[in-house]
């Protein structure tokens, strides 16, 4: 169900898939030739892993917004990357996901896309996507308390209109 908000605004909002488990991977993106994201920490509400695994390489990071390393991502992915993967399947579809990360997979799905990046053995990259995906959830966060409004939000240009406007 839309808001008002959701409903007045010229922003196209793209309904996810199936309905998402915001609380657990608020922000999820296919960017940077990366799927990239924030991740909600299992234990501290305060804490949250920005956590990416690149396309073709599969090279992945994940650590908190204080650039902390995480602990679980060590030669393997960790388990806020595996919630990643399978929140991009949920709001993207397994398809798309599949094509971004250029995983050859018989059936499409978060399981058998995240058990062949396993399979590949890949990399861990450094951190450095972490600080650009953080401050774009901070922005995404923040248009969700703007007032509802009809005009046009100058950020949200590049993304094709709903309707022609005469
Ligand atoms: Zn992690």
């Known amino acids: 169900m839309l808001s008002d908000s959701e409903r007045s605004s010229t922003a196209r909002v793209i309904p996810p898939a ?95 896309i995240t058990a062949a990046m396993d399979q590949a053995r890949p990399p861990q990259g450094d951190n450095t996507a972490a600080a650009p995906v953080f401050s774009r959830f901070l922005h995404h966060l923040a248009y969700l308390e703007l007032p509802p409004t009809t005009a046009p939000l100058p950020e949200m240009q590049w993304f094709p209109p709903t309707r022609s406007v005469v």
């Open 18 to 112: 199936r309905p998402r488990k915001l609380a657990k991977v608020p922000f999820v993106e296919l960017a940077d030739g990366r799927v990239q994201g924030v991740v909600s920490s299992g234990s501290d509400i305060e804490r949250v892993y920005v956590s990416s695994v690149a396309a073709g390489s599969f090279e992945f990071a994940c650590s908190t917004n204080n650039n902390r390393p995480c602990g679980g991502a060590h030669g393997m992915f960790c388990k806020h990357i595996r919630s990643l993967i399978s929140e991009a399947v949920v709001q993207y579809g397994a398809e798309r996901v599949a094509r971004h990360l250029r995983v050859d997979v018989a059936e499409a799905d978060a399981p058998s």
